[in-house]
């Protein structure tokens, strides 16, 4: 079927075809995403080097890194990287947990940037001494360790985009939308959680739409270690195993219930370390126990982030954080409106046919030919839902303009955008243009200090 204005895709059958003119197709996509990640990250890199030569908005990156004698590489790109949660990251790396509120943070950017420190050390002769602390330069240059992420997260985008949709040309344009990220440094050159979080969480989704299920635990482990969500993922195992042939066939099979337990066991181990470490320290062993270590569960990460940041259900619908809505309204707009029209026409559907009785393979085919549109497919559900659950989450208890950074860990901001350009021409026009001017004005509020964080 071709949309009004919209862009044509192959069939399905052969849209996928494993022949040689489809693997010249794919080496070209591939090729043409490695140029132009390699360009966007350069582009964020330079004007945000070139805006923190601009007054700063907080002066503590000149307080802590104060300008050397002479010219620096490092130091300038050290300098133009420390802002916001790069001060915490970098002291967790330097000195490990010394305050409370730093259990906020999940240790996987602190420890990337420990060894890329450790890996500077060792490069740079007599820089190794006994009891000696890293230097703020080299950890904060770790952060660009997101340069080779982000080119890589792209890739993998558009494997898993080829899988679901079987269409090339989508998969092409859906991984390019990923390159105008609503947060580019933060995906690009800074020390943060997100490349890390969201090339892992790429990459166990990819695992689980090939159903290699193992490995898809121990990539949503890792992406565990670096953002507190990270423990929603293990519900694309729990899809895949338990609830997707439950639909299908409405029969249940403890092998592949207790398999599925074992794996989201796995998936949550970072988390349960970080929170079990904790009660070790706060909890055991002192005459004053924490608030929180009463609590069920005994969360430090729930009681930090409402003692220190305002967390919790509605706890951030305040009159003075409107504006910090509206930067956020852009992306959860488009994941509820792709969001809510999926579960109206493709998820609510399969539910209702299934409730009735087992789904043959002709009725989920009949059920595909009723929705020619490719933003509708089965096997898409769990990332829906995933998307919708975080959205919720984002929209009434956790400070909304943090959506800005964490929509890129979920492919479906991206096919939501690949929706806009191909079923609704208009709105995709206004998408990318909102992308591209956001993202170079974010990247020079970054760079003087200026919100959002």
């Known amino acids: 079927m071709r949309y009004p204005g919209a862009m044509p895709f192959r069939p399905q059958s052969q849209s996928t075809r494993d022949t040689p003119q489809a693997r010249v197709s794919s080496h070209k996509h591939r090729t043409l995403l490695l140029q ?103 950890l904060l240059s770790g952060g660009l360790v997101s340069t080779i992420v982000h080119v890589a997260s792209a890739q993998v985008l558009y494997q898993l985009t080829l899988i679901h949709f079987r269409s090339r040309p989508l998969a092409l344009l859906t991984s390019l939308l990923s390159l105008l990220p609503s947060s580019p440094v933060t995906l690009r050159i800074a020390g943060y959680s997100e490349p890390l979080f969201t090339l892992f969480s790429y990459c166990g989704m990819l695992f689980c739409a090939r159903k290699n299920w193992f490995f898809a635990a121990c990539c949503f482990a890792l992406a565990g270690a670096f953002r507190s969500i990270g423990i929603f993922l293990c519900g694309f195992i729990a899809w895949g195993l338990v609830i997707d042939p439950i639909l299908t066939h409405r029969k249940v099979q403890v092998d592949r219930v207790l398999y599925a337990a074992a794996l989201c066991s796995l998936t949550l181990a970072f988390s349960v370390s970080h929170h079990y470490r904790a009660y070790q320290l706060f909890c055991t062993g002192t005459p004053t126990p924490a608030p929180w270590c009463n609590a069920f569960p005994p969360s430090i990460y729930t009681y930090v982030q409402a003692k220190y940041w305002n967390g919790g259900l509605l706890r951030y619908w305040t009159l003075q954080q409107l504006p910090n809505f509206l930067l956020g309204a852009p992306p959860l707009l488009l994941l509820f409106a792709f969001a809510l ?55 009434f208890a956790s400070h909304t303009q943090i959506v800005l950074r964490q929509a890129a860990s979920m492919p479906v901001t991206y096919w939501a955008a690949a929706w806009l350009c191909v079923e609704r021409p208009v709105f995709g026009r206004w998408w990318v243009g909102w992308s591209v001017v956001w993202g170079a004005l974010s990247c020079v509020l970054w760079a003087v200090f200026l919100p959002p964080a």
């Open 36 to 138: 132009a990640s390699c360009l966007a990250t350069a582009l964020t890199l330079v004007l945000s080097v070139v805006a923190s030569k601009l007054p700063l908005f907080d002066s503590s990156p000149n307080v802590l890194l104060p300008p050397p004698s002479r010219f620096s590489i490092r130091h300038t790109l050290a300098s133009a990287l420390l802002r916001w949660d790069a001060f915490h990251f970098a002291h967790i790396a330097r000195e490990g947990y010394v305050y409370e509120y730093e259990w906020a943070f999940f240790p996987g950017a602190a420890y990337i940037m420990k060894a890329w420190a450790q890996l500077a050390q060792l490069l740079r002769p007599g820089s190794q001494r006994a009891g000696r602390l890293f230097d703020w330069d080299d």
């Open 341 to 395: 029209r999926y579960v109206r026409r493709a998820l609510a559907p399969r539910l209702a046919i299934s409730a009735l009785g087992p789904v043959s393979t002709t009725a989920t085919t009949t059920l595909n030919d009723r929705h020619p549109s490719p933003f509708l497919s089965s096997s898409i559900a769990p990332h829906v839902i995933h998307a919708l659950i975080l959205s919720l989450l984002l929209l």
